[in-house]
């Protein structure tokens, strides 16, 4: 699915390649700045993850969190998500979060997100763009409809399962983590707080590669541009949101006076730093954890091992 939308968005580029030519106008000390607001991007992203696990009774290093989330970028273009259970098992043999606790930081950790960036996105189309245009409403009603349906994902009630047997101890795990990051309103602030650096990381990025561009267009675009970037992760159905993401973006440029072409290179301009970055940090950071523990990069979670002990995490 990736494959055919990157194509597809790659011939439309090439069908408008003559107006679009001339905006290709990086300098080597913005892609520099890029690069540099990236790799800051995953040294909060990596804060966040390690606030969250605190909530589950993990305390873990922020260096290897910074490697464990560069490596997971990386491993995440691999199908089935590798990446996901490359931090599983990082996770439970090094640091001993059983995999039901995963499940419940691995859920914070995208719908919370997801619901940050819909909150800020809702704020800025209401306060500045309004909702008179047929395409604000519709980038509303997005935000809106992630913010609801995040809510509900990570705080309706869930009736804990009576008895014994794998899968009823599982989800007991899985819901007394729920509810204990739930209740920490400590966590779920200061998470708030570094998705708010991050998100005017990944603006700023967006700010960058506009201006560079000739497409000048306001903050609180790059606001919006940088919201919808992260929103894209619950509609991830491609690995790393592989073309849906540029997709997205690209229909988002016409809210700010921008026209869809040029929205689709600057988000394919993105991708490809994304990309790059990946493949050089990303591998390092493989690489170095590798050489630390051959072991989880061959072993992947299974049913018996989601019900350990339920006496613990």
């Not at 590798?82 to 995208?110: D, E, Q, V």
């Not at 519709?138 to 008895?163: D, H, K, N, Q, R």
């Not at 994304?274 to 050089?280: E, I, R, T, Y």
Request: glycine letters at 8%.
């Amino acid at each position: 699915m990736a494959i055919v939308i990157l194509a597809f968005l790659l011939w439309y580029l090439a069908r408008h390649w003559q107006q679009l030519q001339g905006l290709l106008r990086l300098t080597p000390n913005e892609l520099l700045l890029l690069y540099t607001l990236f790799f800051l991007q995953t040294c909060f992203s990596a804060a966040v993850s390690r606030s969250l696990l605190s909530a589950l009774d993990t305390k873990t290093n922020l260096w290897d969190m910074i490697l464990l989330q560069n490596a997971s970028i990386l491993l995440n273009y691999v199908p089935m998500k590798f990446g996901t259970l490359f931090r599983a098992n990082y996770l439970k043999h090094h640091y001993g979060l059983r995999y039901s606790y995963f499940a419940t930081f691995f859920l914070y950790l995208m719908f919370w997100t997801t619901a940050a960036a819909s909150v800020m996105g809702i704020v800025i189309v209401f306060a500045v763009y309004g909702w008179a245009s047929y395409e604000n409403k519709i980038l509303a009603a997005v935000f809106m409809g992630a913010l609801i349906f995040s809510m509900v994902v990570l705080f309706f009630p869930l009736p804990a399962p009576t008895g014994s047997g794998q899968l009823r101890t599982t989800l007991r795990n899985f819901i007394a983590g729920r509810q204990s990051v739930a209740k920490n309103r400590k966590v779920l602030s200061v998470c708030t707080g570094l998705l708010g650096v991050n998100f005017l990381l990944q603006a700023l990025r967006m700010g960058i590669i506009y201006h560079s561009m000739g497409q000048h267009i306001k903050p609180w675009g790059c606001l919006i541009l940088g919201a919808l970037g992260f929103v894209t992760l619950l509609i991830g159905i491609t690995p790393g949101a592989l073309g849906i993401r540029e997709l997205v973006l690209g229909s988002a440029a016409i809210v700010l006076d921008v026209s869809p072409e040029a929205g689709l290179l600057a988000a394919m301009i993105d991708r490809a730093i994304m990309l790059s970055f990946s493949l050089v940090l990303g591998g390092i950071s493989a690489a170095w954890l590798w050489r630390k523990s051959p072991e989880d990069f061959r072993k992947q979670p299974n049913e018996s091992a989601l019900s350990e002990g339920a006496c613990g995490r």
